[in-house]
Protein backbone atom coordinates (compact mmCIF):
# COMPACT_ATOMS: atom_id res chain seq x y z
CA UNK A 1 0.00 0.00 0.00
CA UNK A 2 0.92 3.57 -0.55
CA UNK A 3 -0.16 6.78 -0.04
CA UNK A 4 0.27 10.00 -1.88
CA UNK A 5 -0.69 13.62 -0.58
CA UNK A 6 0.00 16.44 -3.13
CA UNK A 7 1.25 20.00 -2.31
CA UNK A 8 2.05 23.05 -3.98
CA UNK A 9 -0.69 24.22 -6.31
CA UNK A 10 -1.80 27.57 -6.15
CA UNK A 11 -2.95 30.76 -8.74
CA UNK A 12 -0.07 32.08 -10.95
CA UNK A 13 0.40 34.39 -13.72
CA UNK A 14 0.94 33.47 -17.22
CA UNK A 15 4.89 32.84 -17.73
CA UNK A 16 5.07 32.28 -13.92
CA UNK A 17 6.60 28.87 -12.24
CA UNK A 18 5.14 26.51 -9.31
CA UNK A 19 6.72 23.50 -8.11
CA UNK A 20 4.47 20.32 -7.38
CA UNK A 21 5.55 17.56 -4.46
CA UNK A 22 4.10 14.12 -3.92
CA UNK A 23 4.89 12.93 -0.72
CA UNK A 24 4.67 8.92 0.04
CA UNK A 25 4.17 7.26 2.93
CA UNK A 26 6.03 4.02 3.97
CA UNK A 27 9.51 2.40 2.96
CA UNK A 28 8.72 1.29 -0.27
CA UNK A 29 9.11 4.28 -2.40
CA UNK A 30 11.88 3.29 -4.48
CA UNK A 31 10.10 0.14 -5.70
CA UNK A 32 7.56 2.52 -8.06
CA UNK A 33 7.73 4.34 -11.05
CA UNK A 34 5.78 7.65 -10.62
CA UNK A 35 4.06 9.55 -13.02
CA UNK A 36 1.93 13.03 -12.73
CA UNK A 37 -1.44 13.20 -15.02
CA UNK A 38 -3.84 16.28 -14.60
CA UNK A 39 -7.44 17.00 -15.76
CA UNK A 40 -9.39 19.81 -16.75
CA UNK A 41 -12.98 19.90 -16.23
CA UNK A 42 -14.86 17.88 -19.01
CA UNK A 43 -11.47 16.50 -20.08
CA UNK A 44 -9.93 12.50 -19.49
CA UNK A 45 -7.35 12.78 -17.23
CA UNK A 46 -3.74 13.25 -19.58
CA UNK A 47 -0.35 12.27 -18.91
CA UNK A 48 2.02 14.87 -18.14
CA UNK A 49 5.40 12.85 -16.69
CA UNK A 50 7.03 9.94 -15.28
CA UNK A 51 9.96 8.92 -13.60
CA UNK A 52 11.13 5.57 -13.43
CA UNK A 53 12.20 4.13 -10.02
CA UNK A 54 16.07 5.69 -9.62
CA UNK A 55 15.16 8.56 -11.03
CA UNK A 56 17.39 7.97 -13.97
CA UNK A 57 14.89 8.02 -16.79
CA UNK A 58 11.67 10.31 -17.76
CA UNK A 59 9.24 10.93 -19.84
CA UNK A 60 7.10 13.66 -20.94
CA UNK A 61 4.16 14.95 -22.95
CA UNK A 62 4.91 16.68 -25.68
CA UNK A 63 2.61 19.69 -24.43
CA UNK A 64 4.96 20.21 -21.47
CA UNK A 65 8.24 19.49 -22.86
CA UNK A 66 11.23 22.09 -22.00
CA UNK A 67 8.70 23.69 -19.96
CA UNK A 68 8.19 20.75 -17.17
CA UNK A 69 10.63 18.67 -15.18
CA UNK A 70 10.07 15.64 -13.20
CA UNK A 71 12.63 14.88 -10.50
CA UNK A 72 12.30 12.53 -7.51
CA UNK A 73 14.11 12.17 -4.29
CA UNK A 74 13.88 8.53 -2.54
CA UNK A 75 15.23 9.32 0.18
CA UNK A 76 12.56 11.76 1.26
CA UNK A 77 10.04 9.13 -0.05
CA UNK A 78 9.35 12.75 -2.64
CA UNK A 79 8.27 13.47 -6.33
CA UNK A 80 8.37 16.71 -7.85
CA UNK A 81 6.98 18.54 -11.19
CA UNK A 82 8.45 21.78 -11.54
CA UNK A 83 6.90 23.72 -14.09
CA UNK A 84 7.95 27.31 -15.56
CA UNK A 85 6.45 29.13 -18.43
CA UNK A 86 3.19 28.24 -17.19
CA UNK A 87 0.38 28.91 -19.99
CA UNK A 88 -3.56 28.97 -19.51
CA UNK A 89 -3.79 25.27 -21.11
CA UNK A 90 -1.35 24.55 -17.95
CA UNK A 91 -4.68 25.10 -15.60
CA UNK A 92 -5.75 21.75 -14.27
CA UNK A 93 -5.74 19.57 -10.75
CA UNK A 94 -2.73 17.70 -10.99
CA UNK A 95 -2.49 14.05 -9.74
CA UNK A 96 0.77 12.00 -8.58
CA UNK A 97 0.38 8.48 -9.66
CA UNK A 98 2.34 5.61 -8.86
CA UNK A 99 2.95 2.19 -10.24
CA UNK A 100 5.04 -0.86 -9.64
CA UNK A 101 5.38 -2.18 -12.86
CA UNK A 102 9.15 -2.77 -15.07
CA UNK A 103 8.25 -0.04 -16.98
CA UNK A 104 7.40 3.72 -17.62
CA UNK A 105 3.71 4.02 -18.76
CA UNK A 106 2.13 6.96 -20.35
CA UNK A 107 -1.40 5.13 -19.71
CA UNK A 108 -3.50 6.49 -16.14
CA UNK A 109 -4.77 2.78 -16.89
CA UNK A 110 -0.96 1.48 -15.42
CA UNK A 111 -0.58 2.63 -12.26
CA UNK A 112 -2.08 1.64 -8.89
CA UNK A 113 -2.27 4.23 -6.63
CA UNK A 114 -2.95 7.90 -6.72
CA UNK A 115 -3.03 11.69 -4.71
CA UNK A 116 -6.02 13.57 -4.30
CA UNK A 117 -4.65 16.23 -6.10
CA UNK A 118 -3.43 19.71 -6.41
CA UNK A 119 -5.11 22.48 -8.27
CA UNK A 120 -2.88 24.96 -10.57
CA UNK A 121 -4.85 27.65 -11.49
CA UNK A 122 -3.03 30.00 -14.49
CA UNK A 123 -4.22 33.49 -15.23
CA UNK A 124 -3.70 35.11 -18.25
Known amino acids: QVQLVESGGGLVHAGGSLRLSCAAS????????MGWFRQAPGKEREFVAA????????AYADSVKGRFAISRDNAKNTVYLQMNSLKSEDAAAYYC?????????????????WGQGTQVTVSS
Open 97 to 113: AADGSSYLFRSSSAYDY
Open 26 to 33: GRAFSTYN
Open 51 to 58: ISKSGSST
